[in-house]
């Protein structure tokens, strides 16, 4: 009997900890344009030696060895977007994320949640969802996993220009 | 247990989809060697030198799309995709934009890689699938390649056809 147990819960537990980043992988699909980087990379990156001249190198390298999986789903798609707005309602609900801060900046409204990890300053998981304004404004969504400081965060949005980046320089100075 | 032995050989791999549409009409191959680094004009450091080491092999396969093989474009596009994934590939990174994609795929341990597959395809003008083998290609020495590449000004002209893919299509 105990054998049973510890088999099923071997099958179930790998659905538990990668249950969280699929919800997204319906948006890799026509009319969304998508950047999705894995835990290998993100291995393989910080295993490169970097110029010790360059001060930001090893910082970026020392973050980077933290991050899990990132995916970034961009649309202009109507329907598409009425999908996210949906589905990320739906995320929140099921997975315990907190509204860490909310933006309206130029006519977008930005939202970030996270999950913390054991400190407060710690953060698991991040989810951003950008919401343009008019219609030729894209609506973005980004996944971040992993096990790192939200200063470190804004620090790599900066540097990978992604969306939102002013953004979470606001919240890391929370 | 004996099945489990023979089974290995019959999974498709992408070495075997290479090698089966190397006669293909649609397909236009590449091999290139590491020696074309590898002249007098250039002076290679020991990191330079021991990175071109590693890396052994360069195989490049591209499907050109046209009206008539758009149906055939689909189906050889959709098998590299199921390649790279029930082939044991570890997908690096992937970006999917309007028209089409890049996903940097490996095989190997660690750092220490094997194999790179880069799949670009792109909607209206085709694919093409790069394949690097090598022997413990580090990260360090696929950025240490790279750079020579960018120094030697590596002639496109071999590769043109693989920039081709990725231009969008000009309207006539």
Redesign the interface.
Known sequence: MKKFIITLLLAVLPSLIFAQTTAFDKF?KDG???????R??F???G???MDPKEKDAQQYLDLIKKLNNLKVFSTKNGKIISDMKSTVSGYLKSNPLEELMRINEGGKTIKIYVKSGAKVSQVKEMLMFIEGGGPKDSTVLMSLTGNFDLNELSFLTDRLDLPGGSALKKASKK | MMLVLVSCDQKPTLQKYFVKNTESKDFITLDVGTGFLKNDKMKLTADESKALESMQKLNVLIFKRNDKNAAEFDKQKTEVKNLLKSDNY?????????EGGIS?N?KGE??HLEECVLFLNQKDTGFGVVRVLGDDM???NV?TIVGLLQKSNFSSGQLQPLMDIMKPKTKK
């Open positions: 890799e969304v344009d998508a950047v999705i980087v894995n290998k990379m291995e393989l990156m295993s490169v030696k | 570890d997908e690096l990174m992937k970006m999917n934009f309007g940097v490996t660690g750092e580090t990260p360090q950025m």
